[in-house]
């Protein structure tokens, strides 16, 4: 085996070289990652061993040189690589993360096409695929997975034929209930089953439809499991009435069912023995590619560093109806869950419904201007019920008060506006470059009748079209 990697070290290198090029490039963002592993999150924990098999795939099993294909110029290579550097030097200087990180994979295979031509970036896309596992984009899957869950385990327990209440995420059994949380979603379970997938197939050097049998494979067998899961939990609480130890106490008997499933399938995984490389497949460079790398760090780091400046101060927006009470953000109808720097402020009006107005203001070139909100409204006891119109207003029924809420929320980023948590990210770019520093969550709450929400929603569709949250947010005196 050692011998083997020597032999195999020479393929190995200008991977490596590229790899080493593509961190210096692009080091804030790398270094952040870098941070992120080290977090050891439930939704990231496979980030440094994915990094880790990356780099030990390449020593052990490095692409295969080509002698066929488009051989690609250097220029147009280092051309696309400057204008990717651009790209993430923008979403850099504004803290988009998530965009910054998806920059990391094609600024990689730029950097070896620019160095190393095309052929070389294409035998490299498999290895490069398998790094962008580490990124820390699998928090945003968690929704989905959980919404995708609810449906299916809830189906699967109404085949059962077991007494159980299903509403939503929310299965209500005649001894308690269970809520198919965040932890449920089995983004660890997906991540690690398609880490392995791709394993396979670098090993065994598959082509295009190999690569696609061996993911939807990974995905879907991951899917399976969770569900699996989830549903023989329920079924174990029904049985023992709540009171086995697994109802709280599951991470174990998961991983359990996971290697259950994955085991046998890795033994029946085809196995195929890399031929020889063949004969005069190199990759041949010289000094002028690195005359765009040398571009890239003047335009990527270098030009971070001196266009970062802190966003302008501005005074901070309170709504302008004259007839607020101010009020406990504690007494809000549905709780709103803000970071802990953002400033929090609640008001009640006189016809019953309620304004929250949660704001913060960059005051450093390394801070962000729209902070990380995954789930601002505090939904744990609640669920989604009906949506009405557009931009939509929410209705939402306590589980257990069976009391429903009209919501309506709004996002301010400067100057701009926006409905949706990922269109106020995007809206970062513009007000950043206008000096724009302000930010803040505004959200309508308006109690249902006993009835029906025809009243509230009447209430919270005149403010809407009253602009109290478009024109009418002012800045306090």
């Not at 204008?83 to 094609?106: F, K, N, Q, S």
């Not at 580490?134 to 929704?143: K, Q």
């Not at 010289?286 to 802190?310: D, T």
Request: charged letters at 15%.
């Amino acid at each position: 085996m050692l011998r083997k990697t020597f032999q195999q070290f020479p393929l190995a290198r200008p991977y490596l070289i590229a790899t080493a090029v593509c961190i210096l490039l692009f080091w804030p963002t790398w270094f952040r990652l870098i941070q992120e592993w080290l977090k050891w999150e439930q939704v990231l924990a496979h980030g440094l061993p994915t990094f880790l098999i990356f780099l030990g795939l390449l020593v052990v099993h490095p692409p295969r040189p080509r002698i066929s294909g488009p051989r690609g110029s250097p220029i147009v290579g280092g051309s696309l690589l400057l204008l990717a550097v651009v790209g993430w030097a923008l979403l850099e200087l504004v803290r988009i993360d998530t965009l910054a990180y998806l920059m990391l994979p094609p600024g990689l295979l730029l950097v070896c096409w620019t160095l190393y031509g095309l052929r070389a970036a294409v035998a490299f896309l498999p290895h490069v695929l398998l790094l962008s596992l580490s990124l820390p984009i699998w928090a945003d899957m968690v929704p989905f997975l959980v919404e995708l869950a609810s449906v299916v385990v809830g189906d699967l327990v109404g085949l059962l034929g077991i007494t159980a209440l299903i509403e939503g995420a929310n299965i209500t059994l005649p001894y308690g209930r269970l809520v198919i949380a965040d932890g449920c979603s089995g983004i660890r379970y997906l991540a690690v089953s398609i880490l392995l997938g791709m394993i396979t197939a670098i090993l065994n050097d598959f082509r295009w439809k190999g690569w696609l049998a061996a993911i939807t494979t990974s995905v879907l067998l991951a899917l399976i499991i969770n569900w699996v899961r989830i549903t023989a939990l329920v079924l174990i609480a029904y049985y023992s009435n709540m009171e086995s130890d697994l109802v709280t106490e599951h991470e174990t008997f998961g991983w359990l069912v996971f290697a259950a499933f994955v085991i046998p399938v890795m033994l029946l995984a085809p196995v195929h023995r890399r031929t020889p490389a063949p004969v005069g497949a190199t990759m041949p460079t010289s000094g002028k590619p690195f005359i765009f790398i040398v571009a890239g760090l003047l335009i990527g780091p270098l030009g971070i560093s001196i266009a970062h400046s802190a966003a302008t101060q501005s005074p901070p927006w309170a709504p302008s109806n004259s007839d607020l009470t101010a009020e406990d953000p504690d007494r809000l109808p549905l709780a709103v869950r803000l970071p802990a720097h953002m400033e929090h402020d609640v008001w009640r009006s006189t016809d019953g419904h309620w304004i929250s107005l949660g704001q913060s203001v960059r005051s450093a070139s390394n801070e962000k201007l729209v902070p990380y909100l995954p789930r601002p409204l505090d939904t744990g006891n609640w669920f989604l019920a009906e949506e009405h119109g557009q931009p939509p207003i929410r209705i939402y029924q306590n589980l257990a008060s069976r009391q429903q809420v009209a919501v309506y929320q709004h996002y301010l980023v400067g100057r701009y506006r926006a409905n949706s948590y990922w269109t106020a990210k995007l809206l970062q770019i513009p007000a950043t470059l206008q000096g724009q520093g302000r930010f803040a969550f505004l959200t309508l709450q308006a109690p249902c009748g006993p009835r029906d929400c025809a009243q509230a929603i009447d209430r919270l569709t005149r403010q809407i079209e009253g602009g109290v949250v478009t024109t009418d947010i002012r800045s306090a005196p």
